[in-house]
């Protein structure tokens, strides 16, 4: 695809590669420029004020080059953990369920249950005792 100065490549089927974007000159020169950064391998920061067109400009690209856009939306209260996650708290009722069955599975399947009766009772024991304080 080629804009302006820009070739970039094109991935996979495209819509037509007629611009659904007004052509007017400000719009034009912008989309060379992102074109232009995303050639090269160039990050990019669109500035300005709202209703301003900045995403209209990359959706646009990326329709011409056959790309799958991901927008994320983002403002002043936005925070890291809105764009790679971050952890909550357990319920630890849940995480000791499922670990508690883990491990008499790994160890039914690894150990004597007659040597170990003992320990295995008081593993559960606790478990229970962990459970009903809840």
Known sequence: VKIGRATLESAGERES???KLAPAGESLRLL???????????SVLLNGESGTGKPAIVQELARLCGK?????????QSDVNELVGGYRPADVQRTLQSTVA???RAFRASFSLSKNKELLDTLF????RKQLQK
């Open 17 to 19: 590669a007629r611009l």
């Open 32 to 42: 060379e420029r992102v074109g232009r950064c995303v050639e090269v391998g160039e």
């Open 68 to 76: 799958t856009l991901v927008v994320v939306n983002m403002s002043q």
């Open 102 to 104: 883990l491990f008499d």
């Open 125 to 128: 024991r606790t478990a229970r």
